[in-house]
């Protein structure tokens, strides 16, 4: 099997699982899949909406694990955004994606926890196991160090002649 069958697979085992999702759950309006950097994957939503969305599900996602990680109760498993006409879910598809759901009021978010979590992990080992596209470069393991210490003597230094002078009233 060539990387572009693999590539071509994948994305369509992936369209099938949300297919299949929408389909066994009506209460579902429009997925999104999206990378944890926020780039749309896929999406039955229209294109504006789901860029943003991925976006906002990236966000959402980073938070959430923050908060899991600080009050050290476990791993991140969803976030949700309840509104008056239904609810925004996002939940972790894999170590590089995410799915995001819009359900409608009447949706039953624990049954549709169990079913969304399922898709969610399928579709996340699929997408962790497939084949980086040509010329791509590898996702880094570890999150880069947010500064980088400097030694004093390597920065250039700026003259000392400033002179300070009275703001006028």
Same mark, same amino acid.
């Given at each position: %099997?060539?990387?572009? *069958?693999?590539?071509?697979?994948?994305?369509? %085992?992936?369209?099938? *699982?949300?297919?299949?999702?929408?389909?066994?759950?009506? *209460?579902?309006?429009?997925?999104?899949? #999206?990378?944890?950097?926020?780039?749309?994957?896929?999406?039955?939503?229209? #294109?504006?909406?789901?860029?943003?969305?991925?976006?906002?599900?990236?966000?959402?996602?980073? /938070?959430?694990?923050?908060?899991?990680?600080?009050?050290?109760?476990? *791993?991140?498993r969803e976030s949700v955004v309840r509104t008056s006409?239904?609810?925004?879910?996002?939940?972790?598809?894999?170590?590089?994606?995410?799915?995001? /759901?819009?359900a409608d009021s009447a949706a039953d978010l624990e049954a549709l926890h169990d079913d969304a979590r399922a898709v969610a992990r399928r579709t996340g080992s699929v997408l962790d196991t497939r084949p980086a596209a040509p010329g791509a470069s590898p996702a880094p393991e570890a999150p880069a160090p947010f500064a980088v210490t400097t030694p004093g003597a390597a920065l250039p230094r700026r003259a000392a002649h400033h002179t300070w002078r009275r703001p006028p009233i």
């Open positions: %099997m060539t990387v572009g *069958e693999t590539l071509v697979n994948a994305d369509t %085992m992936v369209g099938t *699982e949300l297919w299949g999702l929408r389909r066994r759950r009506p *209460e579902v309006a429009g997925t999104v899949l #999206a990378g944890t950097d926020g780039l749309l994957i896929s999406s039955d939503l229209p #294109a504006t909406d789901a860029t943003h969305l991925a976006a906002l599900a990236a966000a959402s996602f980073g /938070l959430g694990h923050r908060v899991a990680d600080t009050v050290r109760q476990g *791993e991140f006409a239904g609810a925004v879910v996002t939940y972790p598809a894999g170590r590089n994606a995410l799915l995001t /759901l819009v």
